[in-house]
């Protein structure tokens, strides 16, 4: 439940609120807005009186949330939410674009990618060390060295770097190396790796399950934010359906639904979703269009030489065109690249 604070109420009266919610063995989050004071109390609300938390001093309201996803919710938090790294801004008016290839396959190619990206005006740079492979016989990512050359490219073109954690044992060594982590969608409902994610203090991208809803998809980010990590970024890169023209089923009309229930900001994976480069500028474009905050485009310098996803990923002398007809969309739509 929510509980707003009276307009004047006091540093004691917060606090007051506070121990109240903890006493009953719950979570109190506060959010500070420009005008008023929100306290979210987060966990089995069924132990707290609602009638009780409105006669404390400076409360003016307590509201329940009705939706099961609580802090990943509007209601909690009605202003969109602004991922910072390192000076990029997630979620905003200016849309974000993450590019860069599937696999880090060595640093030569990935060097070459990230000149490709860095030069067409992309904000982050992407590339995986661990690769979730449907084979055990494919490349499986290159792993410790992978991320030291990811790290490389963060210091050579100033980009901030994401790669995906598989593991929670790797929690760590990811986030010391990387800018933003991704839990990819064969992990979506890896609930241990969710609450590891949940305990780091760098952001995280998340995307939704093959075949999970979209409620699946905010309970999941809600399993991250209730440990603590409320900087979750989400992407949606399609899902499972009877096609099989297409790799998935982009569903953009989960944009629109999406933005309406949370506040956390929502990409868009047409690469993955599409699993063939021609048809990823179309979906880029309608992405942007349906209200997306940003896109996750795989973008390779030589895809001839790529590991994995070879057909999906855009061929780097070809991102900065894309980019332009990208910057056009966005300006029709009130927002820029
Ligand atoms: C990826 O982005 O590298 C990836 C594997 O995508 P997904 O988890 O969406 O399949
Ligand atoms: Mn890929």
Known sequence: MIIVLRKGATQKDLQGVVEEIERAGLKAHISKGTERTLIGAVGDERVLSAEHLQTLPGVEKVLPILK??????????????????????????????????????????????????????????????????????????????????LKKVREKFGMPVETE???????????????????????????????????????????????????????AAEYIMSEGNHNVILCYRGIRTFETDTRFTLDLGAIPVLKANTHLPVLVDPSHAMGKKDFVPAMSKAAIAAGADGLLIEVHCDPSQAKCDAAQQIVGAEFGKLMGDLRKVAEAVGRKI
Do not use: W
């Open 68 to 149: 099961p996803f609580k802090l990943a919710s509007k209601e909690f938090h009605p202003e969109p939410t602004i991922v910072e790294v390192n000076g990029v801004k997630i979620g905003g008016n200016k849309l974000t674009i993450i590019a860069g290839p599937c696999a880090i396959e060595n640093e030569d190619l990935l060097m070459r990618s990230a000149k490709y990206v860095k030069d067409a005006g992309a904000d982050v740079f992407r590339g995986s060390a661990y690769k979730p492979r449907t084979s055990p016989y494919d490349f499986q990512g290159l792993g410790e060295p992978g991320l030291k050359l």
């Open 165 to 219: 954690v598989m593991d929670t044992r790797h929690v760590e060594l990811v986030a010391k190396y990387v800018d933003i982590v991704r839990v990819g969608a064969r992990n979506m409902q890896n609930f241990e790796l969710l609450k590891e994610v949940g305990k780091i203090d760098k952001p995280v991208i998340l995307k939704n399950g093959l075949s999970s809803t979209i409620k699946e998809f905010l309970m």
